[in-house]
């Protein structure tokens, strides 16, 4: 994580609130993963520059008042993240269950696969695009708030049949694509119904990013503290901060379970689909 997204503090707080489970938290740990991940950081850097990896505007810091906004877009995220998990897991059961023993199955999947997101890649990138790109052209170039939603939709749909279909690929970068879209036209609609609240929608996108990953991963710090390493909008801690928890409150409340623990859980159960839990 610090090496690709060049975010060396989130790297470390994801290895405890994820492998919390399983990771040793004593000194000696914690000092293998951090000097693994100064290492990482470093070459990255000296290869790529310095610079944050995602070039968004740096924002003002908003009114207090507006963090009752924040709030709300939080308890949003919590809902769709639980419901975003169970998609994921629901389609990768189905898949792999699809797919069996069948090598016929799997490369007349994949190649299916392959020729639809190529052409989309080419005619529509902003539904199959690399995530960092179409994140920072979605700040540079605001769609109208129909044109946000439906790309929400659609880029939703996108990933969970790009994970699911069991080629070798990663959920992090999607999340952030998906976060920011969802916040974006979260944004947008506040500005339309509630002015006074923030006048720049992008600010709630940078919030969604961080919320997504607390809501669907269960690790609110590590979307807080990687949010602002990515973007550099350590101004805007304390609305993220708000956003996060209020994600990953609603969907402890509902039941949600993080992604990766249901996947490996799946996993050990022989991807058995009556297994899946919301």
Known sequence: MAAAFNTPLAAILFVNEEMRRHFIN??????????????????ME?????????????????????????????????????????MILISTVWMKKF???????LVTTGTLFGAVFSILHVSLPILS???????????????????????FVLRLLA????????????????????????????GALISEIAPSMTSEAGMYAVAGMGALIAASLRTPLTGVVLVVEISNNYQLILPILVTC???????????GQPL??????LKHKDWKLDDVKA
Do not use: W
Request: glycine share 12%.
């Open 26 to 43: 004593n000194f000696t740990s914690i000092k293998c993963v951090t000097l693994a991940v100064i290492a990482g950081t470093v070459v």
């Open 46 to 86: 000296y290869l790529n520059g310095q610079n944050a990896i995602l070039q968004i505007p740096e924002f003002q810091t908003p009114p207090l008042h507006s963090l009752v906004s924040f709030a709300a877009l939080g308890m949003i995220f919590g809902l769709v993240g639980v419901y975003f998990n169970r």
């Open 245 to 255: 928890l209020g994600a990953t409150f609603i969907a402890q409340a509902i039941g």
């Open 99 to 105: 797919h069996g023993n069948s090598m016929v199955k």
């Open 129 to 151: 695009g690399g995530s960092l790109p179409v994140i920072a052209d979605l700040f540079s170039n605001p769609a109208p708030l129909s044109f946000l939603a439906a790309f």
């Open 159 to 186: 990933t969970i049949a790009c994970f699911s279909s069991g080629a070798p690929g990663g959920i992090f970068a999607p999340i952030l694509t998906l976060g920011t879209f969802l916040g974006m036209t979260y």
């Open 260 to 265: 990766y623990a249901s996947l490996l859980e």
